[in-house]
């Protein structure tokens, strides 16, 4: 064959070989790529609407199927009779007065909570039992070592204000926002929230020892009267639940 005609065959059949990939290429591209077997139950038969969550790192700490049922399970705590109460902000007591105001505002809250005629033992969580974590998970397991059905957890927020026009020079205004919610231990539940708040006004008295001293006493004067609102919520919710 001619030098000529043998490169023009060539060409052709190069042609021809690059038409028939791109064919193919078209092809595999047009077709639809099926979904990895573990999707197939996610997707369900309308692929086009998800079923479950896709982010793995949501079902690390609860899965799908734990969601669902702890939205559709139904609690009772006609037998939860002990309660645990767990304070997570305690605050710093700067002198012996306050300290003793802060531990009279303590056993009032217990003494508050025993009112329930649900409750067998309302107890404060030991010290020694409180977890490095609190996270609700470490929570319960330190309430279910101390053998408590419920799990009372509260913070308290407190201010003072001392620069207004209506307040005099040794004057100072307290308040205080008490937030709590009430677990119930064997399921891990949150059945209650509740907040409340509380503000008062105080005078420095001659038997302070400076008006730090006042400022602290008004805080710890709000904060107890705050947690007894707490404890009547708590009372009044058990106390629904009996009826």
Request: aromatic residues 4%; positive net charge.
């Amino acid at each position: 064959m001619p030098k000529d005609k043998r490169r023009v065959a060539q060409i052709l059949v190069l042609v021809l070989f690059i038409s028939a990939e791109g064919c193919i290429a078209r092809k595999n591209a047009a077709a639809p790529v099926p979904a990895p077997s573990g999707y197939q139950g996610l997707l369900g038969n309308d692929t086009s609407r998800l079923q479950e969550s896709l982010f793995k790192d949501h079902q690390e700490v609860l899965s799908n199927e734990d969601i669902q049922r702890i939205l559709t399970a139904r609690i009772t705590l006609e037998d939860r009779l002990r309660l645990a109460v767990l304070n997570l902000n305690p605050r710093f007591a700067s002198s012996q007065m306050i300290s003793d105001l802060e531990s009279q505002n303590s056993q009032r809250l217990l003494q508050a909570l025993r009112s329930s005629a649900q409750l067998t033992e309302v107890r404060m969580m030991p010290t020694l039992l409180i977890p490095e974590k609190r996270t609700v998970p470490y929570l319960r397991e330190a309430a279910a070592r101390f053998q408590a059905d419920l799990l009372l957890v509260y913070t308290t927020r407190v201010q003072a204000f001392r620069q207004d026009r209506f307040i005099g020079a040794d004057e100072v205004r307290a308040g205080c926002i008490v937030e709590s919610v009430l677990l119930d231990v064997r399921t891990g539940i949150v059945t209650h929230t509740a907040q409340s708040a509380e503000g008062i006004a105080a005078k420095k008295s001659p038997s302070d020892l400076n008006f730090s001293e006042t400022v602290a006493k008004a805080q710890s004067e709000a904060s107890g009267k705050a947690l007894l609102k707490l404890a009547d919520a708590v009372v009044e919710y058990l106390k629904e639940l009996r009826q």
